[in-house]
């Protein structure tokens, strides 16, 4: 296992055997994403979607209590009330949002406890969501007063649709576990005792997969919540060429006729 150093003890990044594990570490606040939090995560994708090593993320919470619970509500009087705080708050944000779309490799979340606000607009930035039966998710922002921005609402409603992020927004309600399945917002809910093993098992699934054919199907989901008007279709066809042209391609019917599993090099 290697660890990445990411500037901060409180977002711990591990890789082994092709898995990147991102674990937010802030467990006496329930994995509170704050600023320090915020500001080293860009740099963090970045260093993993260099790395050749790492072919999956997964995201977890520190402890048992939460995935992450929110933003750190203790520092918003500073960092979160005049126009130049909220200012330099919300370019935090949309660097991490960019950071998200750059990363190029599937991304998984390990949800158990606490997936609340700041929490659950970073699940939304995976592409796969598995929760064990005690996940809580919710957005309090109608209970705190602040606003919410257009990229959370789209976020949100992209992945339930309008008529429940409205419900959840307006509601600030907490949604169970068995809920969020209910409406999409998680792929699968598990026993407790199963969340690492499944979450485990998927990711090494899509790790011996071929990262070429993974690559190429991401950009094509990310194309597709663009506006139509917007969608850049000549760079998805060009990844899915490069996979019909990879030694890959080939492996994988190579494998095929030997009954054997391929060995994909994403090359």
């Not at 150093?5 to 591990?14: A, H, Q, Y």
């Not at 995560?41 to 992450?68: H, I, N």
């Not at 935090?92 to 998200?100: I, V």
């Not at 779309?101 to 997936?115: F, S």
């Amino acid at each position: 296992m290697t660890r990445h150093d990411s500037g901060t003890e409180k977002l711990l990044v591990d890789v082994a055997d092709g898995v990147a594990r991102v674990t937010f570490n802030n467990p006496a606040k329930r994995n509170a994403l704050s600023v320090e939090m915020r500001t080293a995560l860009p740099k963090v994708l970045q260093s993993l979607q260099e790395d050749a090593d790492v072919r999956v993320v997964v995201l977890t919470g520190a402890g048992t209590e939460a995935f992450v619970s929110g933003a750190d509500i203790s520092e918003f009087g500073e960092r979160r009330t005049s126009p130049e705080a909220r200012a330099e708050y919300d370019r935090a944000a949309a660097d991490s949002g960019r950071g998200w779309l750059a990363l190029e490799k599937p991304i998984l979340a390990m949800i158990r406890g606490y997936c609340i606000g700041g929490g659950l607009l970073t699940a939304l930035a995976v592409d796969i969501r598995i929760a064990s039966e005690d996940a809580q998710f919710g957005v309090p922002a109608a209970r705190l007063g602040l606003g919410y921005g257009y990229a959370g609402v789209e976020a949100l409603a992209n992945v339930v649709g309008a008529a429940w992020a409205a419900e959840i927004l307006f509601s600030a309600r907490r949604l169970s576990a068995s809920e969020a399945l209910s409406i999409g917002l998680v792929n699968r809910v598990v026993p407790v005792e199963r969340l690492e093993s499944e979450v485990g098992e998927l990711a090494r699934a899509i790790r011996d997969n071929a990262p070429l054919t993974i690559s190429a199907c991401k950009a094509a989901l990310r194309e597709w919540r663009r506006d139509p008007a917007k969608r850049e279709l000549a760079g998805v066809a060009k990844l899915v060429e490069a996979c019909f042209r990879s030694d890959d391609y080939r492996e994988g019917q190579r494998a095929f006729a030997e009954k054997r599993r391929p060995k994909f090099s994403g090359r």
